[in-house]
């Protein structure tokens, strides 16, 4: 990457903290002010930052609309989101759909619970990678050695005394969502709430995505929520099917890890 690209690029997260002076852009960049002005105004020439009266930068409306398009071109969002919302009409919990990118694992769609008690989760927000039910499906689908490599840098924060603790428990864990293919968050991340997430699969058998039911247990019990899990499995088929147009796309997983 050029060395004007990257400098530009990192105004956009210093942005996202909160309006910014020249001066203080200048000095985040290590550049003279001259400079960080040349790339603020290319960037405010394209809409990415917008200079407020009060000569402060900040973000700019362009850059929200295209991350927004992005969001709402994800093929299997579009597809996905009508089933999301079916299911969740019908039982009343929230549903999640996450895809994995970039050693992420981020939400990209979310329907709200019916209920008064709702999850602290956003579209485009990252989830706890080795605790949470759609990371450890998405996770478990990747080959052996990528799966091995991932665990191994991972850090294990013990949100709860459920959560998983280290490399070789995720490592395990992986093995069983990826036999039985469906994962948990039985109070990993906050004891208060439980889910249960299916596979959405393409049409090469591959997980593309990962949708979740949770509820905290004030609502229902973890078993009840359990129970829902053959619900939650047809959905992510339905989508899976639609998503590849094919009529059966579950894996061959030996095929799998010897790849």
Known sequence: MSQTVDRALS???LLAQGPADLGQVAERLGVHKSTALRLLRTLHEHGLVHRQQDQRYRLGARLFALAQEAVENLDVREIAHPHLAAL???????????????????????????YPVRMYSRIGKPVAITVAAVAKLLLADLPEPERRALAAKLDYPMYTPRSTPNAAAFLKELATVR???WATDLGGHEESINCVAAPVRGADGRVVAAMSVSAPN???????LLALLPL????ADDISREYSGSASNRPNTEDQDRT
Do not use: F
């Not at 939650?232 to 959905?235: A, G, K, P, Q």
């Open 232 to 235: 939650v499995r047809r959905t």
């Open 179 to 181: 036999e039985q293919g």
């Open 88 to 114: 969740n009409e019908r039982i009343g919990h929230t549903v999640h759909l996450a895809v994995h990118e970039e050693g992420e694992v981020l939400y990209i769609d979310k329907v709200e619970s019916r």
């Open 11 to 13: 105004i956009l997260p």
């Open 218 to 224: 004030v609502v229902v019990t973890a078993e009840e």
